[in-house]
């Protein structure tokens, strides 16, 4: 209906009176024009012979509609625009078509000595950024560096809180910690796999359908790099402080990914039986529990 409307009021535009007779419209044009002057009267029409003819009686109210519908109205934008500023200036909303940022940040910590190395020769010594600063940021994507890797261990981490207090992490030569927020994102995964990013890579998300589907999404493209996972005493602390609530919430994301998943982990017995766990008792983990000793 959009498009026929955007078509009749730019037909009205164009003629220079602001009057058209009903005959240059196809059926669709003026069933959607006609709804237009019901909703708006800034429009007029009258019978003429054996048709009709429309004419324009507003016509700021005419060319803002249409404006909206014809986004940029013939107007060129810079080439240099952010998409979303460009989807703005076209439809007054950044959402309104491809609406994702040329780069996604990584915020990365460090317990223990890790650096990270460009091909450029550049260093990043994580340890003294997170000393001095809290956390490093890496743009993945964009024009920044994209070659950037580390000899260290890589773990991936799905709460703040995980991220903000290192003291649950495994004793290990240096790691890397960094924070993805819930959803592991694509461009993140592809830059992952693009080359040798870390020694080894861990996912540790909650133990719930939305975390076992980012495992999937990530095992998918990475395989045997990635592993998940388990902290000690899983069991006792699931069957303690297990959520039904959170179970029910990721269900579907559970019941989507399981299945897919089990062929890909024939090797991980432990995370086999997380996934019986689960399933058996409907309890979902969150990942800070990891600090509850008493159990």
């Known amino acids: 209906m959009s498009r026929a409307l955007r078509t009749a009021l730019g037909k ?83 959402k309104s078509a491809a609406h994702g940022h040329d780069s996604y940040y990584l915020l990365l910590r460090t317990a223990g000595n890790a650096n990270w190395y460009s091909d450029n020769g550049d260093k990043l010594d994580l340890q003294w950024v997170t000393d001095k600063q809290g956390a490093a940021a890496l743009a993945i994507g964009g024009a920044c560096d994209q070659s950037w890797h580390t000899t260290s261990e890589l773990w991936l981490v799905e709460n703040q809180a995980l991220f903000d207090r290192l003291d649950w992490l495994p004793q290990c030569d240096g790691a890397t910690i960094a924070y993805y ?9 592809d830059w992952l796999s693009s080359r040798n990013r870390a020694s080894r890579i861990w ?43 959170l179970w029910l919430d990721t269900a579907s994301a559970f019941n989507a990914a399981v299945p897919v998943l089990l062929p890909m982990i024939q090797d991980e017995s432990e995370l086999f039986s997380l996934i019986e766990t689960m399933q058996r008792n409907g309890l979902a983990l969150e990942q800070e529990v990891v600090w509850i000793d008493e159990f």
């Open 12 to 94: 009205l535009i164009d003629v220079p009176d602001g009057q058209l007779a009903g005959s240059q419209l196809t059926a669709a044009q003026k069933t959607a024009l006609d709804e237009f002057i019901r909703q708006t009267g800034a429009v007029t029409y009258q019978q003429a012979g054996r048709g009709v003819s429309y004419r324009i009686k507003e016509r700021v109210t005419v060319e803002r509609h249409w404006r909206e519908m014809v986004p940029s109205a013939g107007d060129a934008l810079d080439e240099d625009l952010p998409s979303r500023a460009a989807n703005i200036a076209q439809s007054r909303m950044s």
């Open 181 to 189: 927020s819930g959803h592991l994102q694509k461009r993140l995964i």
């Open 203 to 245: 996912l540790f998300p909650d133990y719930d359908g939305v975390g076992l589907s980012n495992y999937l999404r990530i095992k998918q493209v990475l395989g045997s790099q990635v592993n998940f996972w388990i902290m000690p005493g899983w069991e006792k602390r699931l069957l303690r402080y297990g959520n039904n609530k």
